[in-house]
């Protein structure tokens, strides 16, 4: 899928599907988009600071914000403030709901807001956009992870992940994917470039995983590539592989082309990724 050149994003909508935003994060955000993109608006949905147990407010709270959020016609983009666990409660529900504005927009987070990316790539709404979010504020160097995404929205291609080429590409978490694959919500990803990134996973974990997704998807896409995998947890004895060598190994046994590794992750090195094939920014 090609996408037509997006003109510069203004007015940017930011909610959070999964868990909630602190106000200091929000407010961060504001203050360095100001310095650096004044030309941007950026609203927080009130419901990003809201908390029902693990959750930023209720289902029904959550997507409403996200509806309103995307149909809004004076908004051009929104931005998930945040993942953690808890968009694919929402997905189904917030593609079926998007109006005219809601499908024509920009909408960007990664982690467990790969859900709904998935989601709205399966039903050829919006444009998908793996990409940093607000929340990424407060990890070291996360500035820089902000910035990266402000630009994007602003219209500058610059920090779009180097590999991206002539197929179209997805770039989800995971642990994440591995929850879409059979799914209702997992978009059909024949001949596409698939780039993955993991988190806080045992090896053996991401092993598993790996099985799991290569399993669904020998056969179909175009290769993978892998992202940063951060933060493994020590086990009570050594794996014997590492992400890269787990990678390799069940790409070869699945049959599915191992292309290298991506910049994308829970880091501040993570790189934009729109879904499908995008067209340079349009001139402001």
């Given amino acids: 899928m090609t996408r037509a050149p997006r003109r510069p994003c203004r007015r ?11 106000h200091d994060q929000a407010a961060a955000t504001m203050a360095l988009a100001a310095e650096h993109y004044p030309g941007i608006e950026l609203a927080f949905h009130s419901q990003c600071f809201e908390s029902a147990g693990h959750f930023a407010g209720p289902d029904a709270r959550r997507l409403a914000a996200f509806l309103e959020c995307a149909n809004d016609p004076a908004f051009d983009a929104v931005w998930f403030a945040k993942g953690g666990y808890g968009s694919n409660r929402i997905a189904a529900a917030a593609v079926a709901g998007l109006d005219e504005a809601g499908r024509a927009k920009p909408y960007m987070g990664y982690s467990d ?3 709904l990316l998935a989601a709205l790539y399966r039903a050829g709404a919006g444009r998908p956009v793996h990409g940093p979010m607000p929340t990424d504020i407060s990890r070291p160097g ?3 992870a902000v910035l990266r995404a402000l630009g994007w929205l602003a219209g500058d291609d610059g920090g779009l992940e180097p590999a991206l080429g002539t197929r179209p590409a ?6 994440t994917l591995a929850m879409l694959v059979g799914t209702s919500l997992m978009p059909d990803l024949a001949g596409h470039e698939v780039l993955v990134e993991e988190i806080g996973e045992y090896d053996y974990a991401v092993d598993r995983l790996f099985f799991h997704v290569t399993e669904h998807l020998k056969g179909v896409i ?5 992202g940063d995998v951060g933060q493994v947890p020590a086990n009570d004895r050594p794996f014997g592989a590492g992400a890269e060598d787990i990678a390799r190994d ?9 292309l290298g590794r991506a910049l994308i992750g829970h880091y501040p090195a993570n790189r934009i990724v729109p879904f499908g094939l995008e067209a340079p920014a349009a001139p402001a």
């Fill in 12 to 22: 940017i909508a930011v909610c959070a599907p999964a868990t909630p935003l602190r």
């Fill in 250 to 258: 069940w790409c070869a046994r699945s049959g599915i082309p191992y």
């Fill in 142 to 144: 996360g500035d820089e």
């Fill in 222 to 226: 175009a290769g993978i590539r892998l």
């Fill in 113 to 115: 807001c790969g859900t």
């Fill in 170 to 175: 997805v770039a989800f978490n995971l642990y």
